[in-house]
């Protein structure tokens, strides 16, 4: 039987096979993707997680976040709870602090809870998060390889709690996006400042400062310096100088005992293993993601995925939101473009 032969009677034979043809396998995989990634949505926010749709509550992401802007507007330490502060929940070992961001985030909330209502800050943040985040995730289906469609299809319960959540992760994905094209597209400066300001929002993405360095952009790590250090000024002038010294322990007991048992060291001591072997397991994803990018040097957009994967797991704190993190990793593998460096993204 000839190959046309068996093409007709495929056809005749396989319910739908001219439909799926005559949209063309990428695209139909796109609606699905598209209708699955809405569906998780629509299910967490009016069956499973209905109480995300209250952001103002203590305890979500965006109440915190209030809440730090609330306490350097009042005057009152950043990392612990005076009198008067709005009720932040903690949950030792895990969460000992009321904000685990650096300061430049409740920097930026200080004028947000110094000109508008816990409310109206509150409910803006979640709509500007909702809106930016979903339309980057359904821009990067709708122009994206199978490669990257089946991705976002596996993230899609991260997906689906990040936007509800109004964590800065739902802002921090799109810029690390955007920094991917922007390096790729002559504008290596902004992709690095705007590495930068991730970093100064999360301290993570700073990893992928060497993904720049191992490009040999000059301009992307220039960006990301300036970048850096306007960062700095501003978290100074917005906050002070002890929360900035408070914040590095924050990171010392997040890094030795606030570990979750998503991440790597939670894995590790989950196996029954103890001091120092958590602490070593994130030494020793660091420096394998650190020899990975330099290996793939000649091909950056493999390069950036291991960048962005070392990113998201050589940290303590890992949850299902964390995963959204993996998001920009996805970036390079877009349907129609083909890269210089000889990397042709999967077209499906």
Same mark, same amino acid.
């Given at each position: 039987?000839?190959?046309?032969?068996?093409?007709?009677?495929?056809?005749?034979?396989?319910?739908?096979?001219?439909?799926?043809?005559?949209?063309?396998?990428?695209?139909?995989?796109?609606?699905?993707? @598209?209708?699955?990634?809405?569906?998780?949505?629509?299910?967490?926010?009016? @069956?499973?997680?209905?109480?995300?749709?209250?952001?103002?509550?203590?305890?979500?992401?965006?109440?915190?976040?209030?809440?730090?802007?609330?306490?350097?507007?009042?005057?009152?330490?950043?990392?612990?709870?005076?009198?008067? $502060?709005?009720?932040?929940?903690?949950?030792?070992?895990?969460?000992?602090?009321?904000?685990?961001?650096?300061?430049?985030?409740?920097?930026?909330?200080?004028?947000?809870?110094?000109?508008?209502?816990?409310?109206?800050?509150?409910?803006?943040?979640?709509?500007?998060?909702?809106?930016?985040?979903?339309?980057?995730?359904?821009?990067?289906?709708?122009?994206?390889?199978?490669?990257?469609?089946?991705?976002?299809?596996?993230?899609?319960?991260?997906?689906?709690?990040?936007?509800?959540?109004?964590?800065?992760?739902?802002?921090?994905?799109?810029?690390?996006?955007?920094?991917?094209?922007?390096?790729?597209?002559?504008?290596?400066?902004?992709?690095?400042?705007? @590495?930068?300001?991730?970093?100064?929002?999360?301290?993570?993405?700073?990893?992928?400062?060497?993904?720049?360095?191992?490009?040999?952009?000059?301009?992307?790590?220039?960006?990301?310096?300036?970048?850096?250090?306007?960062?700095?000024?501003?978290?100074?002038?917005?906050?002070?100088?002890?929360?900035?010294?408070?914040?590095?322990?924050?990171?010392?007991?997040?890094?030795? @005992?606030?570990?979750?048992?998503?991440?790597?060291?939670?894995?590790?001591?989950?196996?029954?293993?103890? $001091?120092?072997?958590?602490?070593?397991?994130?030494?020793?994803?660091?420096?394998? +993601?650190?020899?990975?990018?330099?290996?793939?040097?000649?091909?950056?957009?493999?390069?950036?995925?291991?960048?962005? +994967?070392?990113?998201?797991?050589?940290?303590?704190?890992?949850?299902?939101?964390?995963?959204?993190?993996?998001?920009?990793?996805?970036?390079?593998?877009?349907?129609?473009?083909?890269?210089? $460096?000889?990397?042709?993204?999967? $077209?499906?």
């Amino acid at each position: 039987m000839t190959h046309s032969s068996f093409a007709v009677l495929g056809e005749r034979d396989v319910p739908g096979w001219r439909v799926v043809r005559r949209i063309g396998p990428l695209r139909l995989l796109r609606y699905v993707v @598209i209708a699955y990634v809405v569906a998780h949505v629509a299910r967490l926010a009016f @069956i499973e997680g209905s109480f995300l749709l209250d952001p103002v509550q203590p305890g979500t992401d965006i109440a915190n976040y209030y809440a730090g802007g609330q306490r350097l507007r009042d005057g009152h330490p950043l990392y612990e709870l005076s009198p008067g $502060d709005w009720p932040v929940p903690l949950a030792p070992p895990y969460v000992t602090v009321p904000l685990l961001s650096p300061p430049l985030m409740a920097v930026i909330w200080r004028p947000l809870a110094t000109l508008l209502s816990a409310d109206a800050s509150i409910h803006l943040w979640f709509v500007v998060v909702l809106t930016v985040f979903l339309a980057t995730v359904l821009w990067q289906v709708w122009t994206g390889s199978g490669v990257r469609v089946l991705g976002i299809a596996v993230l899609a319960p991260a997906i689906a709690l990040t936007a509800l959540s109004g964590d800065i992760n739902g802002l921090l994905a799109p810029l690390l996006i955007a920094a991917w094209y922007w390096s790729r597209r002559r504008r290596q400066a902004a992709g690095g400042a705007a @590495i930068a300001v991730a970093a100064a929002l999360k301290l993570t993405p700073a990893f992928l400062a060497w993904w720049l360095v191992v490009e040999r952009s000059g301009r992307g790590v220039f960006g990301f310096a300036i970048g850096l250090i306007a960062c700095a000024l501003v978290s100074l002038l917005g906050s002070t100088l002890a929360d900035h010294v408070a914040y590095l322990d924050v990171v010392a007991h997040t890094g030795t @005992i606030g570990y979750t048992p998503w991440s790597v060291p939670g894995y590790v001591a989950a196996f029954g293993l103890g $001091d120092p072997w958590p602490q070593a397991s994130l030494v020793v994803v660091a420096l394998s +993601g650190t020899v990975g990018v330099w290996a793939l040097r000649a091909r950056p957009a493999l390069a950036w995925a291991v960048a962005v +994967g070392t990113m998201v797991f050589a940290t303590p704190v890992v949850h299902l939101i964390t995963l959204s993190l993996l998001l920009p990793a996805l970036a390079p593998f877009d349907a129609r473009r083909v890269e210089a $460096d000889g990397y042709r993204a999967v $077209d499906g």
